[in-house]
């Protein structure tokens, strides 16, 4: 403390105007270099095609960085400190958890996927596969600091009793100094929040003004968002967007607006087949419909043999006489599970970001047990989990169920995985729908096929070979497993007298989360292009069995699970058209078969358009689906702009709750 009883030395004029500007303290360099370190390390894990970190990007993560933490310029050293270190700890665990989240699902954590931050204590292993050794690097600092504040704190014990001799004598000169060193420490701050200000939007300004204009105004994949403003910067925006939608005008829409989705809708509905146009049109009248959403369950094992092992022999024979649909695409984005349903039920594309049973359960949704309940059906669901999981209980009741059959309503006979094996699981939930009244709509969720697919010894009966023990390899244990149930499931159904009275259908509900292509290509035994990672990742089983077994074979046209509700209306004679439902009716032959997924991809059965992560359509890459070679882009314009707008109508539904407008208005006429 000596230098502080000592009387200060007079400056020349330069230095009393520079000194506002005086060099920023090593302690806050050190943070800007520790976090700078850490989101160029984040950013080297991701491996997005597409999207790299030029200078550009590294100036405006730079300028996030100052925006985040200018503020910590107007605290006494002891407090810029102890902000910074807090501020250190807090974006280590953001980065953290963005880059485990983004191994499983490709995407970032926003607002809307923390209000379903209670699910993660259920993830459990799933979470733990997903954790890398290396993520240690975004921690490595913290050892550093914790011995530096071993160090200091010894220090201090040590210097205590000669600062207490100093004081006196330097209270005095420490008071003449402290108002300039707090106009120094404020003009410093500013100075660093303009230079933030500047670094950070002067480039999203140019992006957004060049290559990705729109990019804050239409459904750009989050990633695309991350390409233009950095990580710290999409998670300011995220908020921003979130206090938008919920508190400011975001969730107010223009008479216009509401007035092209409703075009939109009425042009959907006269399109749709009118009754009589075809056999199938209420061929199956009054039949009961089962449908079981598949967890994880994916199409590229259907028909498949490793080391001379069926791994899905009771689908293969139930193909004989069923339905197939060999290019049926899962639709789901965030919200997984939550989102093939909403997709098969409501028919409506899930949002970018979170889950609608979690953002908007409130709101009105056109969903298929609430048309059937019209036709007199009993409508009811089965999961053997918790209800409050994915926000269920609360959803289900507003989509129009009799009842939600959750863990609580099984008996736990067979825990495997999450909960309740499928195999106990389908014959308890064939047991509950036999008591009820005929014809009836039930919707059973799997869960033993779940990630991370660790399934005991018992129940494993494939040999693996060299893929045994890897999370692949199990997970393929998993779906013979799955199958095996859907066999039993069967023979439970003939015995409840329900099989030659029911329509049946199979899907899965999204991909199994695992990027790496050589288990893949080992499993099928070819190498495998882009193109054909792209569909091995986005396509499900969708297979549909008739009570009579009629209408047998592989069907290759495009399809997804919007399209599932209006398919099974079709069945059932129940006319689609009074309903808001976007998906396609797989039965009708007349109707253009487009099928949109949320990352923007879509395909019309000729072209397969896999967007870029910078959302720019040129970017872009066309195949040719006779060929499965490079197309020119412009093949898929026109399907780009339809794709685009639907996403876009589909979003402004949901988040406005134009179909509750929309009925009221129909009511009142």
């Not at 960085?65 to 270190?85: D, E, H, K, N, Q």
């Amino acid at each position: 403390m000596e230098y502080l009883s000592s009387r200060p030395q007079r400056k020349s004029w330069i230095q009393r105007l520079l000194w506002p500007f005086a060099p920023i303290r090593i302690d806050y360099l050190l943070f800007l270099i520790l976090i700078m370190g850490k989101l160029i390390y984040l950013h080297s894990n991701l491996h997005v095609q597409n999207i790299d970190m030029n200078t550009l990007d590294k100036i405006t993560a730079l300028g996030s960085v100052l925006l985040a933490s200018f503020w910590t310029l107007w605290l006494p050293r002891r407090g810029r400190i102890a902000a910074l270190i807090i501020l250190d700890v807090l974006l280590s665990f953001l980065m953290f958890a963005d880059l485990v989240y983004f191994r499983y699902f490709q995407d970032f954590i926003t607002i809307p996927v923390l209000m379903q931050a209670g699910q993660v204590e259920s993830l459990g292993g799933s979470i733990r596969e997903l954790i890398h050794t290396s993520d240690i690097w975004l921690f490595a600092d913290w050892i550093v600091l914790l011995a530096a504040g071993i160090y200091l704190i010894v220090r201090r014990i040590r210097r205590r009793h000669s600062y207490r001799s100093n004081m006196y004598t330097a209270h005095s000169a420490y008071a003449s100094s402290r108002s300039r060193r707090v106009v120094t420490r404020l003009i410093q701050g500013a100075v660093i929040f303009a230079l933030g200000w500047v670094l950070t939007f002067a480039p999203i300004k140019y992006a957004t003004s060049t290559w990705a204009v729109g990019l804050f105004v239409g459904n750009w994949w989050n990633m695309s968002l991350y390409n233009v403003t950095g990580l710290l910067g999409f998670h300011g925006y995220d908020v921003y967007r979130y206090a938008e939608d919920h508190w400011g005008n975001g969730n107010q829409m223009s008479a216009q607006a509401t007035d092209e989705v409703k075009d939109w809708f009425d042009d959907k509905q006269k399109n749709r087949a009118q009754k009589g146009d075809d056999a199938l049109f209420g061929a199956y009248k009054g039949s009961n419909v089962i449908a079981v959403q598949g967890e994880a369950f994916m199409n590229f094992v259907i028909g498949k043999k490793f080391n001379g092992q069926e791994i899905t022999p009771n689908i293969n024979r139930l193909m004989k006489s069923s339905m197939y649909y060999s290019q049926y695409y899962h639709q789901t984005g965030q919200g997984r599970t939550s989102d093939a349903d909403m997709a098969s039920n409501a028919s409506l594309h899930p949002l970018p970001t979170g889950s609608v049973f979690t953002r908007y359960a409130d709101h009105e949704y056109d969903t298929l047990p609430q048309i059937l309940k019209k036709q007199g059906y009993g409508s009811y669901v089965f999961h053997a989990y918790e209800p409050s999981f994915w926000n269920r209980s609360v959803m289900y009741q507003n989509m129009g169920y009799d009842h939600f059959y959750s863990k609580e309503d099984f008996t736990i006979d067979e825990p495997l995985g999450w909960s309740l094996g499928d195999k106990s699981f389908f014959r308890q939930s064939i047991e509950k729908m036999s008591a009820e009244k005929q014809p009836f709509y039930s919707f059973l969720i799997t869960l033993s096929s779940h990630h991370p697919f660790t399934l005991p010894a018992s129940v494993q009966e494939l040999d693996m070979g060299d893929l045994t023990g890897t999370t692949f390899g199990d997970y393929i244990q998993s779906l013979h497993y799955v199958d095996a149930a859907l066999g039993e499931m069967e023979k439970d159904m003939k015995k409840a007298g329900l099989w030659d009275n029911t329509i049946l259908l199979f899907y899965g509900d999204h991909d199994d989360s695992l990027k790496d292509k050589a288990p893949m290509e080992e499993f099928l035994g070819k190498p495998l292009t882009d193109l054909d990672m792209e569909q091995l990742m986005n396509q499900v089983p969708m297979l549909i069995h008739l009570p009579d077994g009629k209408h047998a074979g592989t069907y290759d046209i495009p399809a997804g699970q919007l399209d599932m509700t209006p398919s099974i209306l079709h069945l059932l004679g129940v006319e689609a058209s009074p309903y808001y439902l976007m998906g396609n009716d797989m039965f009708d032959t007349k109707e253009k078969k487009l099928v949109v997924l949320r990352t923007g991809a879509f395909t019309d059965g000729k072209v397969f358009y896999i967007p870029s992560a910078d959302g720019i359509f040129e970017h872009g890459t066309a195949y040719d689906m006779k060929t499965r070679e490079e197309t020119d882009v412009e093949r898929a314009r026109d399907s780009y702009d339809e794709a685009q707008k639907r996403l876009n109508i589909s979003d402004e539904v949901i988040t406005h709750d134009l179909i509750r407008q929309f009925h009221k208005d129909t009511a009142a006429q």
